[in-house]
């Protein structure tokens, strides 16, 4: 009896062993697949087999990652591995390329007037031929820049009618006197401040390189300013920021988007996401509420290119402070 149950025990160990093999071989072929089709579709082209195989890893471990989300069914929002899913930790923490700091430069506070006006239910600036497309900083930590340029753009339009498109390459380049670190990180308010002074080229005098060179600004490329700005709120007041969103427009933001590398679609808002501390840099450009949710939202503007998230845009929980989104929102109110 004692021999047949071995012998029992034995075949069944060797059946589960072998259904395990069996089901690590299929995923394995199934991994083998899906790092195929995501080459093919972001055009990834590796210098060596280590090199792949290195990326391939990344993305393996990031898809499961995506999938487990996804698969739970208890989140508000989806994730994709998009074209940063072959990316190291490294590389992904260079998207967010801001200064979180508390040794702020002083500005004034929105007027309390402007604060108690009746304001729409929903905006969405999106819509508007007065915002341009959505830009891709690639590996350079510039989104201060991009959420510099933007509100610039936006109120220069609804100004004069034409939307012109201004240079993050500028502030890139010559920024640093005032705080600013290059591809190294810096802040949308220190931006101004350096437009204030200088002043800043279109785009198309100088364009994007996604790397700090020599600064190359002139005046007679000149696409814009700041004279003024101030902050929507200090006091973390979500309805503040809304008003000025709907009275000015796009407003730059600090939030801390450590979890947002694969966002793809939904309502985020994850308990993880520090209401404290940020590191990137991005630019509010609406607001409205999600009728199957039923939670409030911000649409925010990226920079991470078209590809990424709902075209480029991500919808963030509104009057939670999700992300740390009410703590450093600032706008111009004038120049242009």
Same mark, same amino acid.
């Given at each position: 009896?004692?021999?047949?149950?071995?012998?029992?025990?034995?075949?069944?160990?060797?059946?589960?062993?072998?259904?395990?093999?069996?089901?690590?071989?299929?995923?394995?072929?199934?991994?083998?697949?899906?790092?195929?089709?995501?080459?093919?579709?972001?055009?990834?082209?590796?210098?060596?087999?280590?090199?792949?195989?290195?990326?391939?890893?990344?993305?393996?471990?990031?898809?499961?990652?995506?999938?487990?989300?996804?698969?739970?069914?208890?989140?508000?929002?989806?994730?994709?591995?998009?074209?940063?899913?072959? #990316?190291?930790? &490294?590389?992904?923490?260079?998207?967010?390329?801001? +200064?979180?700091?508390?040794?702020?430069?002083?500005? *004034? $506070?929105?007027?309390?007037?402007?604060?108690?006006?009746?304001?729409?239910?929903?905006?969405?600036?999106?819509?508007?031929?007065?915002?341009?497309?959505?830009?891709?900083?690639?590996?350079?930590?510039?989104?201060?820049?991009?959420?510099?340029?933007?509100?610039?753009?936006?109120?220069?339009?609804?100004?004069?009618?034409?939307?012109?498109?201004?240079?993050?390459?500028?502030?890139?380049?010559?920024?640093?006197?005032?705080?600013?670190?290059?591809?190294?990180?810096?802040?949308?308010?220190?931006?101004?401040?350096?437009?204030?002074?200088?002043?800043?080229?279109?785009?198309?005098?100088?364009?994007?390189?996604?790397?700090?060179?020599?600064?190359?600004?002139?005046?007679?490329?000149?696409?814009?300013?700041?004279?003024? #700005?101030?902050? &929507?709120?200090?006091?973390?007041?979500?309805?503040? +920021?809304?008003?000025?969103?709907?009275?000015?427009? *796009? $407003?730059?933001?600090?939030?801390?988007?450590?979890?947002?590398?694969?966002?793809?679609?939904?309502?985020?808002?994850?308990?993880?996401?520090?209401?404290?501390?940020?590191?990137?840099?991005?630019?509010?450009?609406?607001?409205?509420?999600?009728?199957?949710?039923?939670?409030?939202?911000?649409?925010?503007?990226?920079?991470?290119?078209?590809?990424?998230?709902?075209?480029?845009?991500?919808?963030?929980?509104?009057?939670?402070?999700?992300?740390?989104?009410?703590?450093?929102?600032?706008?111009?109110?004038?120049?242009?």
């Amino acid at each position: 009896m004692k021999l047949q149950a071995l012998i029992l025990f034995a075949t069944l160990a060797a059946a589960v062993a072998q259904e395990f093999l069996q089901e690590e071989e299929n995923r394995d072929a199934n991994e083998d697949s899906e790092w195929e089709l995501y080459k093919a579709k972001h055009k990834k082209r590796f210098k060596n087999k280590d090199r792949e195989k290195m990326r391939k890893n990344t993305f393996v471990e990031n898809n499961r990652g995506i999938k487990k989300h996804n698969q739970a069914g208890k989140s508000t929002y989806k994730l994709q591995p998009n074209q940063f899913a072959d #990316w190291s930790e &490294a590389e992904l923490e260079q998207l967010k390329g801001e +200064i979180d700091t508390d040794n702020e430069i002083p500005a *004034p $506070v929105v007027s309390g007037d402007i604060l108690r006006q009746a304001v729409p239910d929903a905006v969405d600036y999106r819509k508007s031929h007065c915002l341009a497309k959505v830009k891709y900083q690639g590996g350079c930590g510039s989104c201060y820049t991009f959420a510099s340029t933007t509100p610039i753009e936006y109120q220069r339009c609804m100004k004069t009618g034409t939307l012109v498109t201004l240079s993050e390459e500028n502030l890139i380049d010559c920024s640093q006197k005032y705080g600013n670190a290059g591809c190294n990180g810096g802040l949308a308010l220190r931006s101004w401040n350096y437009v204030k002074d200088v002043g800043l080229n279109t785009e198309e005098a100088y364009p994007y390189q996604g790397e700090e060179t020599m600064c190359e600004y002139s005046a007679s490329n000149y696409g814009g300013n700041v004279t003024t #700005w101030a902050y &929507a709120t200090r006091t973390n007041d979500e309805e503040a +920021i809304k008003v000025v969103v709907a009275k000015y427009g *796009p $407003v730059a933001v600090s939030v801390d988007a450590s979890n947002w590398d694969f966002y793809s679609s939904g309502i985020f808002s994850s308990p993880t996401c520090s209401n404290t501390t940020t590191n990137h840099a991005v630019v509010i450009v609406g607001y409205g509420k999600d009728t199957k949710t039923r939670k409030d939202f911000w649409i925010v503007r990226n920079s991470w290119g078209p590809e990424w998230g709902e075209g480029g845009y991500i919808n963030l929980e509104r009057g939670v402070n999700m992300c740390a989104i009410s703590k450093r929102a600032v706008f111009p109110t004038s120049g242009f």
